[in-house]
């Protein structure tokens, strides 16, 4: 199990209470590891989970044009991926590769939707963050395609 102290280090969860954070580490996350290479998850696939990196390095790439892969995020300690698990059509819009030794919380997308419904309260402030983590990623989408625009 996920301590209530570990969520309180993570974005997403700040200003969510520690009952609150309770609920969430016995019922939604759990810590899981995965090799440098592994492959997360792949752009356009199901969004399930979503994900926080505890230790270790994740890429996040897109495919801009055909066989044209772009780097668009390079992940570290309590930063989160995976969000599209939160928001509907629950697609990933992005890969997420390991690049060294990680390990990753792991949210399990349907039971924290549940919660949401629940827990709107909870929910506001999480999605909150999450509308954030978007935004940030697109921007950086938006440099990385200019840069490949320019660079030809």
Known sequence: MVSVERLKEVGIFHGINDDELEMIARGVVRVQQYPAGEVIFAENGESTRMYVVDSGRVNLDIEAVPDTHLQVASLRRNEVFGWEALVPPYRYTSTAKVMADSEAIVLDGAVMR???????????????????????????????MFMLLHSK
């Open 114 to 144: 549940k919660l949401c419904e629940t827990h709107p309260d909870i929910c506001a402030r999480v999605m909150e963050r999450v509308v954030r983590i978007a935004a940030d990623q697109l921007v950086a989408t938006r440099q990385q």
